[in-house]
């Protein structure tokens, strides 16, 4: 696609429920980024994949978060059993592998 | 942590240059200096970047000092739509290193 689509846009999920955000890469980007964003501070880095090897997990919080590439293309970044401190925008970035990240608009998630 | 150290907030007259300085004293060689934007909430816009030579494109100019040291986004005739946050960030992702550390950024107002 012309850019990368992140979806859902916005979820709200009970806590202790488990929810899955999906990201689309530009076309021919082999490197994808997961972020996570809360209001006012900048992108907090979670893992990042070179085709479907996932490099480095080393941001991911804790073990309820887990993500997977596995065609080397679309991702998924999972939460499992939600916390109310899970609540935040999760963006999805990608690359050719060198050079600049582009952002897709990112997934709202709300856990109540 | 990040590796660059920006002012927290700068205002600037519109139609006059913002210069938006980044310091990175620890920048290594092979490591590129990039900048970013973000407007509200959408995800972050990729502006320009440059390793050891000023940089010139369509909406910014990136000027590196000799020792790398520091940089300055240029933004030579602000308007209105530039207030965001701009974030600088040194990666080294030519060669293989990747991870995209970001900061607090630089919240810039232009005030009409």
């Known amino acids: 696609g012309a850019g990368v689509s992140q979806s859902p846009r916005y979820k709200v999920t009970k806590r202790g429920q488990d929810v899955a955000l999906r990201c689309d890469p530009i076309?021919?980007?082999?490197?994808l980024y997961w972020y996570r964003q809360a209001l006012g501070q900048g992108p907090e880095f979670l893992t990042y994949?070179?085709?479907?090897?996932?490099?480095?997990k080393s941001g991911l919080p804790n073990d309820r978060f887990s993500a997977e590439r596995p065609e080397g293309s679309i991702s998924t970044l999972t939460i499992q059993r939600t916390e109310q401190r899970d609540s935040a925008m999760y963006r999805c970035?990608?690359?050719?592998?060198?050079?600049?990240?582009?952002f897709g608009e990112g997934s709202w998630l709300t856990v109540v | 942590d990040a590796k660059t150290t920006q002012p927290t907030s700068m205002d600037c007259a519109e139609g006059r240059a913002a210069n938006l300085p980044c310091n990175h004293s620890?920048?290594?060689?092979?490591?590129?200096v990039y900048w970013y934007r973000q407007i509200h909430s959408q995800g972050p816009q990729y502006i320009i970047h440059?390793?050891?030579n000023n940089e010139t494109n369509e909406m910014a100019s990136l000027i590196i000092t000799e020792d790398r040291k520091s940089s300055t986004l240029i933004l030579p005739h602000a308007t209105l739509r530039d207030t965001a946050v701009y974030y600088c960030?040194?990666?080294?992702?030519?060669?293989?290193?990747?991870?995209?550390?970001f900061g607090t950024g630089t919240r810039l107002k232009v005030l009409a």
């Open positions: 620890t920048i290594s060689g092979n490591e590129y």
């Open positions: 960030i040194v990666s080294d992702t030519y060669s293989g290193t990747y991870k995209y550390i």
């Open positions: 970035a990608s690359s050719l592998g060198q050079g600049p990240i582009y």
């Open positions: 076309s021919g980007h082999v490197s």
């Open positions: 994949f070179n085709y479907e090897a996932q490099q480095d």
């Open positions: 440059g390793l050891k």
